[in-house]
């Protein structure tokens, strides 16, 4: 592959190398990919076309929707429930996964995703993106259950995010073939190769979390936080750079891209909420997580590797630890001595 080849390109060269492809996984990604161009210029477009602001009704995590959380969920099932490429879909704007039409043509995949991400920075013009996860479906089922969408994240094929920035990027990870980022030439309509291989730097001297839950947190967080702010009088032995733009892809980008560490982790005021963390396990967690891996990057939750946990529902929250390796090593073996 080479650096200006196109999405589709690489999709099809990707084909190639699996003994078992028929070419549906071809089209599921290029199916993605139509609905992230779609999402880019509705984005893009903002209040020119009334996408802004809140559309009045709540998900089924209790969340108010915003317009742009309703629009972007109808494009997914428009541009996936017809083409035969899946047997399943759910999003986090769904109670229950959705049932393709009795008229539609199945697919061996199941996707889940998160469409918009990062919601609450929508109306200020701050970058948002989509997750997506692709695992199989089972054989021989036309309707596949709840059950059939709730395997681990080892079990994903491929995952990966749309970032709508000031450029609009597809980073892609089909498993087993590392990470590939390309960028959206708006005048030509296609997604261009423009990074591949992508490798996480394994150190860093920059982390991200929502310092307002600082009183929340439990020890271990606490401990690498605080040494983290103690700088290079501290036993760190370095300064420390924070960041936090409140959407996890744009916090995913730039791990990938310069190195960093991302946590929402386990803290008493979710814990007091009954919940088990704050992103959701199959749309956000999982596919990040193997984005990160893929990249040579870690992710836990803090205890264990969140692509082995075995997911309980479709909306289950999960506590996330992600970024550049030796750095997640460093807070999950402060859990381990907690
Ligand atoms: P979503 O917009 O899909 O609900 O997800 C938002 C998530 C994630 O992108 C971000 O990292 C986090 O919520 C922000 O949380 P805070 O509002 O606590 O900062
Ligand atoms: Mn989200
Ligand atoms: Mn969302």
Request: glycine fraction near 8%; charged fraction near 25%; hydrophobic fraction near 35%.
């Amino acid at each position: 592959m080479h650096i200006g080849t196109t999405l589709t390109n690489y999709i099809i060269e990707t084909q190639r190398k699996l003994p078992e492809a028929t070419g549906e996984f071809s089209g599921l990604l290029n199916d993605i990919s139509v609905a992230c161009k779609r999402i880019s210029d509705l984005v893009n477009k903002g209040d020119l076309v009334g996408m802004l602001g809140s559309a009045e009704s709540q998900n089924v995590q209790g969340e108010t929707q915003k317009k742009l959380d309703v629009v972007t969920d109808e494009i997914f099932v428009e541009a996936l429930a017809h083409n035969g490429h899946i047997a399943g879909l759910v999003t986090e704007e769904m109670e229950e996964i959705y049932q393709l039409p009795a008229s539609a043509p199945r697919g061996r995949y199941l996707l889940l995703c998160d469409p918009l991400d990062g919601s609450s920075n929508i109306d200020v013009n701050v970058s948002v993106g989509t997750i997506f996860s692709i695992v199989r479906a089972p054989e021989g089922r036309d309707d596949p259950s709840t059950e059939d969408f709730l395997q681990p994240g080892t079990e994903q094929i491929a995952a990966g995010y749309c970032l709508y920035g000031p450029s609009t990027l597809l980073v892609l990870a089909v498993k087993g073939q590392g990470v590939q980022m390309f960028t959206l030439d708006r005048d030509f309509g296609e997604f261009i190769l423009t990074h591949q291989d992508i490798q996480i730097p394994e150190d860093t001297k920059e982390f991200a979390i929502n310092m307002s839950n600082q009183r929340h947190w439990e020890a271990p967080v606490r401990r690498y936080v605080d040494e983290c702010l103690a700088g290079k009088e501290g036993p760190r032995e370095k300064d420390f750079n924070m960041r936090w733009v409140a959407s996890m892809v744009a916090e995913v980008h730039r791990i990938l891209c310069r190195g960093g560490v991302f946590m929402y982790p386990l803290d008493e005021k979710i814990k007091a909420k009954g919940q088990n963390g704050r992103l959701r396990l199959m749309y956000e967690a999982n596919p990040m997580s193997m984005v990160i891996e893929q990249a040579g990057g870690a992710a836990t939750t803090g205890r264990q590797r969140i692509l082995d946990l075995q997911p309980e529902g479709i909306h289950q929250r999960a506590p996330v630890v992600l970024g550049s390796k030796n750095e997640v090593e460093h807070i999950t073996h402060y859990h381990s001595e907690a």
